[in-house]
């Protein structure tokens, strides 16, 4: 009875060392991303074979863009309240609205600007095959059909 419990409890030991050999050989990467300086933007380095020095400066223009992109939704959001406000005060469209959507329009064009300026440098700190890999999928991310919009999403 007692090598029964002791094959039972060496075998499970086993299991248990053998799952947890594989784990950690398995998520060794993503474990290192997680301890890096940036991990939001440590994915980068390993989709795109990105060097430290290059990941480097992709942090560096991620910081310097930061603010300007939280400047911009500030703005975004505060023109929407707006918008609402003057939307909920009339039942048609009045010279104010008109002219707060044209505000809105013309931030949302300054901050699409601002971004694709922003993934253009980032495109240009990688190898040039690397950088248009990343143009395709921020572009996919990014340019998708709005809520507004016939056929968008809901």
């Known amino acids: 009875m007692k ?3 002791l094959i039972i ?5 086993l299991a248990v060392c053998a799952y947890a050999c ?3 050989g398995r998520t060794v990467a993503e474990r290192s991303v997680e301890r ?3 991990p939001e933007l ?3 380095q390993m989709e795109f074979q990105l060097t430290d020095a290059q990941l480097t400066r992709v942090v560096e223009l991620h910081n310097s ?3 300007k992109c939280d400047e911009m939704c500030r703005a975004i959001d505060a023109k929407n309240a707006e918008i609402k406000r003057l939307l909920a005060a009339t039942n048609v469209i009045t010279p104010e609205i008109k002219q707060a959507l044209a505000q809105a329009a013309e931030i949302r064009a300054e901050c699409e600007t601002a971004m694709l300026d922003h993934y253009y440098k980032v495109a240009q700190t ?7 890999r990343y143009l395709e999928w921020v572009q996919q991310e990014t ?12």
């Open 22 to 24: 594989i784990y950690f």
């Open 3 to 5: 090598r029964s419990w």
């Open 36 to 38: 890096s300086n940036r």
């Open 42 to 44: 440590a994915w980068l």
């Open 9 to 13: 409890l060496g075998g499970l030991a």
């Open 126 to 132: 990688m190898p040039a095959e690397q950088g248009r």
């Open 143 to 154: 340019l998708k059909p709005s809520k507004m919009m016939p056929g968008g999403t809901q």
């Open 65 to 67: 863009y930061a603010p």
